[in-house]
């Protein structure tokens, strides 16, 4: 039970993590691409640029 729990508290803190850090990237946040193409290609370069340099802030 307690392995169960500790596991989901790992998914989900992942999850926060990573919405945290896209956070940073104003466009996402706003919506203000008008087509859904460009918000997912953004959406894809962002996360991209989280993943490929954690700790440089992205402002």
Known sequence: MVRAR???YRQRN??????N???HFQRI???F???DVYFLG?????CT???A???VDST
């Open 6 to 8: 500790f596991a989901r």
């Open 42 to 46: 953004f959406l894809h370069l962002a």
């Open 29 to 31: 946040v706003t919506g």
């Open 53 to 55: 340099a954690p700790n």
């Open 14 to 19: 992942r999850i926060k993590r990573c919405l």
């Open 49 to 51: 640029l989280a993943l």
């Open 33 to 35: 691409d008008r087509r």
């Open 21 to 23: 850090k896209l956070k």
